[in-house]
C-alpha cells in the first residue's frame, strides 16, 4: 500500500505515486550553529528551539498545501467518474505502476541526496545530479517503449489471462504513450531538492499544486470532450511537463548546467547501491496489489479497488509529504547534533500522526460505505466495501515514519527488511485467500499482509534505542472513536430518512 523509497513519478487524478526519501550513508560533519532564535540552551550546536519552529512551520505548510492537493484530486476525481467508466481507471492504474516500478528500479535517491548530502548545496554537485537524472529519465522512457511492445506481442500471443487489466487492447499503446513522462521528469531541476534541503516548503507546495492544477484542468477538459481514457493519459503528461518547466522557472537558484563530476558520481552511486534495493523492495510493496489483482479480476472490479486506493492513498500520501519533506531534515538534524534526543522527538512527532491514522482507519472501518455513496454515482458503489478492509491499512502506516529514523541515523539497509515481510506476506495470503473467498477474500489477504513487517519494525527500533511501549499503546484507543464516528457516518442516512 505505501513504500519507504521512490523516485520522481508521474500522477494521474485517479491514482497516485509520491516520493518518498531514501538517505545516503555518507558521513556528514557537523553543521555550524543555527542563529540562536531564544535563550533555550543550545543541543550539540543546534538551537532547539529555533529548530522546533522551522519544522513545525515546515510542517504546517506541508499540510496545508497537501490538503489543497487533495481537495484538487478529490474534486477532479468526482468530476471524471461521472464522466468514465470504472474500467478506464483500472487501465490507467496498471500503466502508471507499470511506469512507476521501472523509475523505481532504477532509483539512487538523487533528490535525496541532494537534501541530505553536506555538498548538496554546490553547484558542482547539484549539475553533475541533474545529469545523471537526465540520463536516467531518457533510459526509462527507452524502456518504456520496449515494455509497451512487449506487452502487445503478449497479449497477441496469448500469454496473458483473458479478461484480466492485462489482455486490454489499449493498455500497450497508453504505456507507450506515458513513455514521455519520465523523460520529461528527467529534467526537473534540483532548484526543488534544494528548497526542500532548506524547508522551503513553500515553494516546492506552489511548483507542486501548480502542476496538478494544470494537469487536472487538462484532464477534466479532455475528459468533456472525448469521454474517453485518453484525457486520463494526457492530464499525466501534462502535469509532468508543467511541473519541470515550473521548476526551472518558478523556483529561486541558479540554473542546472551539464557536468560530470566523477568524485560525486562515485559518491551517489555508493550511496545509491542501497537505495536501489530498497526501491524495488518498496515498489512491490506499495504496488503489488494492483499487479496481481490485475491478472485475477477484470479492468471494472480493479477501477473500483482504485477508486477505494484514492481515498486510503490520500491519508497515507499525507504521512508520506511529511516524512520526505519534514521528518527527514528534521531527524537528520537530531542525529547529527544529539542523537541521543532522537527517540522523543520522533515520538513528538508521531503523537499527531497516531492520532490522526488510528481515527481516520476506524471511521473508514465502519463509515467508507456511507463515503463511497455520498461522493460517487451508483456505478462506484462496490468501492465501499473495499474502502472498509483497506483503511485497517493505516494502522500498520504508522510505523513509516521510524524509516526517516534510521535514514537519519545513515542506516538505509535496516529498511529492507519490514518491507521484505511485507512482500513475502502479500505472496503467500494474497493468492489463497483469493483462491478460497473470491476477489472480497483477496482485499482482505492485502489488509492482513500490510501488518506483516510491523513486528520487524518494533525489533530494529529496540535495537537502535528507539523504542517505547508506553507511547506505543497509548495512541491505541482513538481507533474506537473512529469506528463510533463512522458508525454514526454510517447511521446518519437512515436517520435522516426517519425524519
Known sequence: MSSTCTGRTIRCSCCSADDRSPSHTVHHPRPL???????EPHRGGVNATGLRRRALRASVYTLAAYG?????????NLILTRLLVPDMFGVMAIALVLITGLALFSDIG?????????????????????????????AIGIVVLALACLLH????????????????PLLPLIVGVLALSPIVGGLESTKAALARRELAVGSVARLELGSQLIGSICTIGLAVVSQSIWALVAG????????????HTTLPGAANRWHWDLPTIREILRFGKWI??????GFLAMNSDRLLLGALVDSDSLGLYAIALLILGAIQSALSKLGSGVALPLFSEVARNDASNLRNVYYRARAPLDAALLFAAGLLFTGGTAIIHALYDNRYGGAGPILEVVGLCLIASRYELVDQCFLALGKPRVLNLPILCRILAFYIIVPLAYRGFGFEGAVWGIAASAFAGVP?????????????????LLPLPVFLIGMGCGSLVNLAPRLLSLH
Open 276 to 281: 536501489v534495493l530498497s526501491s524495488i523492495l
Open 33 to 39: 550553529p543555527l542563529s540562536p532564535t531564544s535563550s
Open 110 to 138: 538523487l533528490s535525496q541526496i541532494v537534501v541530505q548530502h553536506r555538498q548538496g548545496a554546490e553547484a558542482r554537485f547539484s549539475d553533475t545530479v541533474w545529469s545523471l537524472q537526465t540520463l536516467r529519465g531518457l
Open 456 to 472: 520487524v519494525s518494533l525489533v530494529l527500533m529496540k535495537r537502535h534505542g528507539l523504542l517505547s511501549l508506553s507511547r506505543e
Open 153 to 168: 506481442c503478449a497479449s497477441t500471443l496469448g500469454w496473458v489471462p483473458a479478461g484480466s487489466v492485462y489482455a486490454n
Open 68 to 76: 489543497l492537493s487533495q481537495g484538487i484530486r478529490l474534486s477532479s
Open 236 to 247: 499525466a503528461i501534462a502535469s509532468v511537463t508543467a511541473r519541470t518547466v515550473m521548476s
